[in-house]
């Protein structure tokens, strides 16, 4: 069965850091976008970033920009979300998605994981 399982969701501090990993089995993601995708409490699930499947072309939110990093390793068949300079605004289920597109499009992709939990709170 194809699965998306993501891990290192956590309370951390403002001004903190995580790294989120996603790890696919069952299915190879290295002709595959990967993205990622957060929902805050109370609002809809957005577009945090994408990575294309050779890795070269990366897209952030303006949110997120220059604090978050996305990277992939496709002989492990894991694509990875580090974050840096957490803001509470930050907080939200972070999920893991393999598709196709050039942006975080909920549309494009195909398998999704069932999300970790992330609270940025003092």
């Known amino acids: 069965q194809f699965e998306l399982v993501e891990s290192g969701g956590g309370l951390v501090q403002p001004g903190g850091s995580l790294t989120l990993t996603c790890e696919a089995s069952?299915?190879?993601?290295?002709?595959?976008?990967m993205a990622w995708f957060r929902q805050a409490p109370g609002k809809e699930r957005e577009g945090v970033s994408c990575?294309?499947?050779?890795?070269?072309?990366?897209y952030y939110a303006d949110s997120v920009k220059d604090r978050y990093r996305i990277s992939r390793d496709n002989a492990k068949n894991t694509v990875y979300l580090q974050m840096f300079i957490l803001k509470p605004e930050d907080t939200g289920i972070y999920f893991c998605a393999a598709g196709t597109g050039s942006r975080p499009n909920a549309d494009s992709m195909n398998y999704w994981g069932k999300g970790t939990l992330v609270i940025v709170s003092s």
């Open positions: 069952d299915f190879t993601i290295d002709s595959l976008t």
């Open positions: 990575i294309s499947s050779g890795g070269g072309v990366k």
